[in-house]
């Protein structure tokens, strides 16, 4: 190398990070490769042009030139973060976020790497650790719009929609305009049952970024619950329109028109969404409800969640004052009536009363606790399972079970040995059709003598049916006959109506069971 090459080198190389800093990045990528002519080991030139081709979209590139750089140089923190990022982009999760562990390590105030390493743990599902390293970004750089927004789509993962929204709108300050935040604020909003304020967040969203599919796509589903359909259906379109690929649009759009009447086009619409890579399981189920495909044995458990979690800030209302729910207290006259528990004592599980040392107790899809004021006066222990965190949260306020379980409750159920007197399953059983392996696990966890009451909705031929509402309904030979097989004997079943629904009764079976072992 002549004596005169380093300071062309280093000319160079300072006008092209010029460049690059002004957006012209074409220009700044011809000296880059002018850099590394004179001197192919330059870490800056390699680093950056890397920098470069990820922000043109050319990933693999990307992580090819950085690799370099870190190879000449691996203790520089930047370019180990800007390596995960590529990683990231190629869907190369676990490598992307062990570049970033490497980069917090290098450099322990790192705000950025400790953001971008949340989305990685974000995106493989460790949500708890997402939120504490959104946290560690923040107490580095309190005002980080980024790692805010993030940190508030981790917290509306985890159910918590009010520190969701605290801090989605703690981004939005450090941005006004950041439609991402927006979204997030929205989605918090909206499952926070607060519709109208929500819309609004959408509305500004898409002003923010009018490309955004998913603010148009999340907007209908606020609209389609303020039973605005028009405005929720030309919302989906809008998002179909600016992505056709996007299944859960055509998903969500699929549900809208179930909810009309319209069954061909929601059939349509459903099988688009499964076309495009939708959630096979959930798509299958819509399809099989609405009778284009076979039924399986039970509803997927990513649907089941998905649903309460979503039902969670409204679902006692909707339950109680419009459908008219009354199968907790149908379920507690039985109980009452055969297992003689006593009627008049004290709810509070504290109660220090000899009647309520009677029988250790199981709700099953327990949910926001509805049949915990029932269950409780003649328990000695309640404990209730069920696999919507949310759900969960609201049962907890009511501090009526020593126990609340967030397990798929076949899972739960496995785990059990004699465990309970009472196994209570009001409501659930409509998201089994084939209900033969949850009898036999009922029978598993009770103990000699123990009693399992439950409810499903009624069907008349066959054993059982999945109905068009997504629920199963199942034949009174049927349960007697997996009665019998299991080991109970059939004490009631009361056929009624169990609630209501578009002004019609659904009516039910109330069914107590006793182990004959």
Sequence with gaps: ????????????????????????????????????????????????????????????????????????????????????????????????????????????????????????????????????????????????????????????????????????????????????????????????????????????????????????????????????????????????????????????????????????????????????????????????ALGAGDAPAAAPATYVKELFDQYAGHFDQHLLEVLDYRTPAILDNIIRKWLAVPRHVNQQKNENTENKTRIDTLDLGCGTGLCGPYLRPYSRTLTGVDLSEKMLAQAHQGQLYDQLECADIGDFLAGQTKQFDLVVAADVFVYFGDLAPVFAQMQQCLRPNGYACFSVEACDEGDFTLQASNRYAHSHPYLQRLASNAGFILLESERGPLRSENGAQIMGYAVLLRSLR
Aim: glycine share 6%.
């Design 1 to 288: 190398m002549s004596r005169s090459q380093p300071l062309n080198v280093s000319t160079l190389l300072k006008e092209a990070i010029g460049l690059h800093q002004q957006g012209k990045l074409q220009a700044a990528q011809v000296l880059y490769r002018q850099v590394l002519e004179l001197s192919p080991d330059e870490f800056d030139a390699l680093h950056l042009l890397g920098v470069i081709a990820r922000q043109l979209g050319q990933a693999e590139l990307a992580v090819s030139l950085i690799s370099h750089a870190i190879s000449i140089n691996p203790a520089q923190a930047g370019a180990r973060c800007n390596l995960g990022a590529a990683l990231q982009d190629l869907g190369l999760t676990a490598e992307s976020l062990a570049s970033y562990e490497v980069a917090v390590r290098l450099d322990p105030h790192y705000a950025l790497a400790f953001s971008n390493r949340g989305n990685a743990l974000r995106n493989l599902g460790r949500t708890q650790e997402a939120l504490a390293s959104y946290d560690r970004a923040l107490a580095i750089r309190p005002l980080y719009p980024e790692a805010s927004c993030n940190r508030a789509i981790v917290l509306q993962d985890l159910g918590q929609s009010a520190a969701s929204l605290i801090s989605a709108d703690q981004a939005i300050l450090g941005r006004a305009n950041y439609a991402d935040a927006l979204c997030a604020r929205a989605n918090a909003l909206q499952s926070l049952d607060r519709l109208d304020e929500a819309i609004t967040s959408y509305d500004r969203a898409i002003d923010a970024n009018a490309g955004s599919a998913e603010a148009y796509c999340w907007r209908g589903t606020a609209l389609k619950k303020r039973n605005d359909h028009d405005a929720a259906l030309q919302s989906y379109d809008q998002a179909i329109a600016l992505r056709h690929t996007y299944p859960e649009a055509h998903q969500f759009r699929g549900n809208l028109l179930r909810a009309l009447g319209r069954t061909e086009d929601a059939i349509a619409a459903y099988r688009m969404a499964l076309s495009l890579g939708g959630n096979s399981s959930q798509l299958s189920f819509a399809l099989a």
